[in-house]
Nanobody, 125 residues
């Protein structure tokens, strides 16, 4: 198992909900700002949501604001992404990632140094 391990993906109908989890193996990663990215077939990896090292600051892509909620529990080294009102266009492989920042939440994938293997989210129309 790698440093980050996502789970919780699956097939859901449009309008449904899913919660993704990311278990973090290394405390040094959990002490940093973390984020969720996604990549659909033929598209570039895009920022979805991020949380500062303690979760006090969050940041969302415009496309998911009001529908997705990022949270973290540092005690159990887990990052979450609650996804509600899912749309067909949310279909993608979702990745969690750890940056080297604390309160600043990057939205560029090259500012994240540790990545999970990804979990597939498929939303049927």
């Amino acid at each position: 198992q790698g440093r980050l391990a996502e789970s919780g993906g699956g097939l859901v109908q449009a309008g449904g909900s899913l919660t993704l989890s990311c278990v973090v193996a290394e405390r040094t990663d959990m002490d940093k700002a973390m984020g969720w990215f996604r990549q659909a077939p033929g598209k570039e990896r895009e920022f979805v949501a991020g949380a500062s090292w303690n979760g006090a600051i969050t940041r969302y892509a415009d496309s998911v604001k009001g529908r997705f909620t990022i949270s973290r529990n540092n005690t159990v080294r887990t990052l979450f992404l609650q996804m509600n009102s899912l749309k067909f266009e949310d279909t993608a492989v979702y990745y969690c990632a750890a940056s080297s920042k604390y309160n600043y939440i990057p939205d560029k994938h090259d500012e994240y140094s540790s990545w999970g293997q990804g979990t597939q989210v498929t939303v049927s129309p």
